[in-house]
Protein backbone atom coordinates (compact mmCIF):
# COMPACT_ATOMS: atom_id res chain seq x y z
CA UNK A 1 0.00 0.00 0.00
CA UNK A 2 1.10 4.04 -0.53
CA UNK A 3 2.04 5.36 2.91
CA UNK A 4 1.74 9.28 2.37
CA UNK A 5 4.19 10.64 4.63
CA UNK A 6 2.79 14.34 4.34
CA UNK A 7 2.20 15.19 8.07
CA UNK A 8 6.38 14.16 8.08
CA UNK A 9 7.40 16.66 5.71
CA UNK A 10 4.80 19.33 7.44
CA UNK A 11 6.54 19.26 10.92
CA UNK A 12 9.84 19.15 8.78
CA UNK A 13 9.47 22.23 7.06
CA UNK A 14 7.31 23.59 10.45
CA UNK A 15 3.86 24.44 8.46
CA UNK A 16 0.76 24.02 9.54
CA UNK A 17 -2.33 22.29 7.96
CA UNK A 18 -4.08 26.16 7.04
CA UNK A 19 -0.77 27.39 5.91
CA UNK A 20 0.26 24.81 3.48
CA UNK A 21 -3.82 24.63 2.31
CA UNK A 22 -3.28 28.03 1.28
CA UNK A 23 -0.39 27.31 -0.18
CA UNK A 24 -1.59 24.65 -2.31
CA UNK A 25 -5.15 25.88 -3.10
CA UNK A 26 -7.17 23.65 -1.37
CA UNK A 27 -9.11 22.71 0.74
CA UNK A 28 -8.25 21.75 4.57
CA UNK A 29 -10.56 18.98 4.73
CA UNK A 30 -9.20 17.62 1.22
CA UNK A 31 -5.77 17.94 2.94
CA UNK A 32 -6.49 16.45 6.26
CA UNK A 33 -8.02 13.28 3.88
CA UNK A 34 -4.53 13.14 2.17
CA UNK A 35 -2.38 13.80 4.93
CA UNK A 36 -4.67 10.79 7.03
CA UNK A 37 -4.12 8.27 3.81
CA UNK A 38 -8.02 8.22 3.13
CA UNK A 39 -7.20 9.67 -0.35
CA UNK A 40 -7.79 7.36 -3.40
CA UNK A 41 -5.86 9.42 -5.61
CA UNK A 42 -3.82 11.97 -5.60
CA UNK A 43 -4.14 13.99 -8.83
CA UNK A 44 -0.12 15.36 -10.23
CA UNK A 45 -1.20 19.18 -9.97
CA UNK A 46 -1.74 18.58 -6.57
CA UNK A 47 1.52 16.60 -5.96
CA UNK A 48 3.27 19.30 -8.06
CA UNK A 49 2.05 22.22 -5.79
CA UNK A 50 2.81 20.21 -2.11
CA UNK A 51 5.78 19.52 -3.49
CA UNK A 52 6.73 23.07 -4.13
CA UNK A 53 4.90 24.48 -1.41
CA UNK A 54 7.52 22.17 0.35
CA UNK A 55 10.50 21.95 -1.10
CA UNK A 56 10.44 18.38 -1.75
CA UNK A 57 10.30 15.00 -3.96
CA UNK A 58 7.40 13.09 -4.66
CA UNK A 59 9.35 10.57 -3.06
CA UNK A 60 9.19 11.97 0.34
CA UNK A 61 5.45 12.36 0.16
CA UNK A 62 4.79 9.06 -1.13
CA UNK A 63 6.28 5.71 0.42
CA UNK A 64 5.18 1.85 -0.67
CA UNK A 65 4.96 -0.42 1.90
CA UNK A 66 4.78 -4.10 1.51
CA UNK A 67 2.04 -4.24 3.80
CA UNK A 68 -1.26 -4.40 1.71
CA UNK A 69 -3.72 -3.98 5.22
CA UNK A 70 -5.75 -0.59 5.20
CA UNK B 1 -35.15 24.29 -13.07
CA UNK B 2 -36.22 21.85 -15.68
CA UNK B 3 -35.14 18.84 -14.20
CA UNK B 4 -36.41 19.55 -10.56
CA UNK B 5 -39.96 20.22 -11.91
CA UNK B 6 -39.62 16.19 -13.09
CA UNK B 7 -38.62 15.27 -10.08
CA UNK B 8 -41.09 16.43 -8.06
CA UNK B 9 -43.63 15.16 -10.69
CA UNK B 10 -42.68 12.00 -9.82
CA UNK B 11 -42.87 12.63 -6.41
CA UNK B 12 -46.80 13.65 -6.61
CA UNK B 13 -47.30 10.58 -9.17
CA UNK B 14 -45.64 8.44 -6.80
CA UNK B 15 -48.19 9.74 -4.10
CA UNK B 16 -51.22 9.72 -6.10
CA UNK B 17 -50.42 5.87 -7.04
CA UNK B 18 -50.22 5.16 -3.15
CA UNK B 19 -53.76 6.55 -2.56
CA UNK B 20 -54.84 5.08 -5.33
CA UNK B 21 -53.26 1.64 -4.44
CA UNK B 22 -54.49 2.39 -0.45
CA UNK B 23 -58.19 2.67 -2.05
CA UNK B 24 -58.30 -0.08 -4.25
CA UNK B 25 -57.69 -2.23 -0.93
CA UNK B 26 -61.39 -1.11 -0.12
CA UNK B 27 -62.68 -1.47 -3.81
CA UNK B 28 -61.07 -4.99 -4.51
CA UNK B 29 -63.57 -7.13 -2.66
CA UNK B 30 -66.22 -5.45 -4.95
CA UNK B 31 -64.97 -5.80 -7.36
CA UNK B 32 -63.58 -9.79 -7.31
CA UNK B 33 -67.19 -10.04 -6.99
CA UNK B 34 -68.14 -8.11 -9.89
CA UNK B 35 -65.29 -10.43 -11.80
CA UNK B 36 -67.27 -13.60 -10.41
CA UNK B 37 -70.80 -12.40 -11.48
CA UNK B 38 -69.25 -11.48 -15.13
CA UNK B 39 -66.70 -14.24 -15.65
CA UNK B 40 -68.36 -17.31 -17.72
CA UNK B 41 -65.68 -19.58 -16.04
CA UNK B 42 -67.47 -22.29 -13.87
CA UNK B 43 -64.99 -22.15 -11.46
CA UNK B 44 -64.88 -19.60 -8.49
CA UNK B 45 -61.28 -17.86 -7.94
CA UNK B 46 -62.56 -15.02 -5.85
CA UNK B 47 -60.46 -16.23 -2.86
CA UNK B 48 -57.07 -17.05 -4.51
CA UNK B 49 -57.79 -13.04 -6.27
CA UNK B 50 -58.38 -11.85 -3.73
CA UNK B 51 -55.15 -13.40 -2.12
CA UNK B 52 -53.20 -12.51 -4.62
CA UNK B 53 -54.14 -9.24 -5.06
CA UNK B 54 -53.28 -8.42 -1.37
CA UNK B 55 -50.37 -9.60 -1.40
CA UNK B 56 -49.41 -8.31 -4.29
CA UNK B 57 -50.96 -4.87 -3.13
CA UNK B 58 -48.72 -4.61 0.49
CA UNK B 59 -45.81 -5.44 -1.88
CA UNK B 60 -46.91 -2.51 -4.27
CA UNK B 61 -47.80 -0.29 -0.99
CA UNK B 62 -44.09 -1.28 0.22
CA UNK B 63 -42.46 -0.51 -3.29
CA UNK B 64 -44.20 2.96 -3.25
CA UNK B 65 -42.42 3.59 -0.06
CA UNK B 66 -39.46 3.10 -1.50
CA UNK B 67 -39.73 4.77 -5.15
CA UNK B 68 -40.61 7.33 -2.26
CA UNK B 69 -37.66 7.85 -0.33
CA UNK B 70 -35.76 7.13 -3.19
CA UNK B 71 -37.39 10.15 -5.06
CA UNK B 72 -36.33 12.45 -1.60
CA UNK B 73 -33.14 11.18 -2.25
CA UNK B 74 -32.71 12.32 -5.16
CA UNK B 75 -34.52 15.74 -4.63
CA UNK B 76 -32.01 16.19 -1.81
CA UNK B 77 -28.84 15.65 -4.56
CA UNK B 78 -28.07 11.99 -3.12
CA UNK B 79 -28.50 10.32 -6.25
CA UNK B 80 -25.17 7.56 -6.29
CA UNK B 81 -25.28 6.81 -2.64
CA UNK B 82 -25.45 3.38 -0.78
CA UNK B 83 -28.93 3.66 0.56
CA UNK B 84 -29.94 4.22 -3.23
CA UNK B 85 -28.83 1.20 -4.16
CA UNK B 86 -30.38 -0.47 -1.21
CA UNK B 87 -33.99 0.68 -2.31
CA UNK B 88 -33.37 -0.48 -5.74
CA UNK B 89 -31.84 -3.90 -4.36
CA UNK B 90 -35.18 -3.77 -2.52
CA UNK B 91 -37.34 -3.02 -5.22
CA UNK B 92 -35.74 -5.59 -7.63
CA UNK B 93 -36.79 -8.05 -5.00
CA UNK B 94 -39.94 -6.92 -4.60
CA UNK B 95 -40.68 -7.53 -8.42
CA UNK B 96 -39.78 -10.62 -8.19
CA UNK B 97 -42.15 -11.59 -5.21
CA UNK B 98 -44.97 -10.09 -7.34
CA UNK B 99 -43.77 -12.62 -10.41
CA UNK B 100 -44.12 -15.03 -7.92
CA UNK B 101 -47.19 -14.25 -6.05
CA UNK B 102 -48.64 -13.91 -9.63
CA UNK B 103 -46.99 -17.35 -10.91
CA UNK B 104 -49.24 -19.26 -8.46
CA UNK B 105 -52.30 -17.31 -9.14
CA UNK B 106 -51.73 -17.92 -13.40
CA UNK B 107 -52.75 -21.84 -12.19
CA UNK B 108 -56.41 -20.74 -12.07
CA UNK B 109 -56.39 -17.57 -14.74
CA UNK B 110 -53.52 -18.03 -17.33
CA UNK B 111 -53.67 -14.68 -18.00
CA UNK B 112 -52.22 -13.57 -14.61
CA UNK B 113 -48.89 -14.58 -16.36
CA UNK B 114 -48.47 -11.53 -18.28
CA UNK B 115 -48.22 -9.56 -14.83
CA UNK B 116 -46.05 -12.53 -13.86
CA UNK B 117 -44.17 -11.85 -17.13
CA UNK B 118 -44.28 -7.90 -16.57
CA UNK B 119 -42.74 -7.88 -12.85
CA UNK B 120 -40.29 -10.37 -13.56
CA UNK B 121 -39.10 -8.54 -16.57
CA UNK B 122 -39.44 -4.98 -14.10
CA UNK B 123 -37.41 -6.72 -11.54
CA UNK B 124 -34.36 -7.76 -14.01
CA UNK B 125 -34.01 -3.94 -15.52
CA UNK B 126 -33.73 -2.69 -11.59
CA UNK B 127 -31.41 -5.18 -10.91
CA UNK B 128 -29.33 -3.95 -13.95
CA UNK B 129 -29.85 -0.48 -12.95
CA UNK B 130 -28.67 -1.56 -9.65
CA UNK B 131 -25.84 -2.65 -10.91
CA UNK B 132 -24.59 0.72 -12.84
CA UNK B 133 -25.59 2.88 -9.19
CA UNK B 134 -23.54 0.16 -7.51
CA UNK B 135 -20.66 0.97 -10.09
CA UNK B 136 -21.21 4.70 -9.77
CA UNK B 137 -21.15 4.98 -5.85
CA UNK B 138 -17.75 3.61 -6.50
CA UNK B 139 -16.85 5.87 -9.12
CA UNK B 140 -18.29 9.09 -6.82
CA UNK B 141 -15.99 7.70 -4.02
CA UNK B 142 -13.17 7.31 -5.97
CA UNK B 143 -13.90 10.95 -7.46
CA UNK B 144 -14.03 12.70 -3.62
CA UNK B 145 -11.56 11.18 -2.62
CA UNK B 146 -8.93 12.03 -5.55
CA UNK B 147 -7.04 15.21 -4.04
Known sequence: ?70 | MKNDRSVKFTSLSIKAALVLCVVSLFVMPYAAKLYRDMSIQADDVTVPLLITFYICAAVGIFILIMLDRLVNNIMKGEVFTEDNVRYLRILSYSCFVIAFVTLVFAHFRFLAFIVTFAAFFFGLILRVIKNCFTEAVRLREENDYTI
Open chain 1, 1 to 70: MIIVNLDVMMAKRKIGLGELADKVGITQANLSVLKNSKAKAVRFTTLDKLCEALSCQPGDLLEYSEDSHE
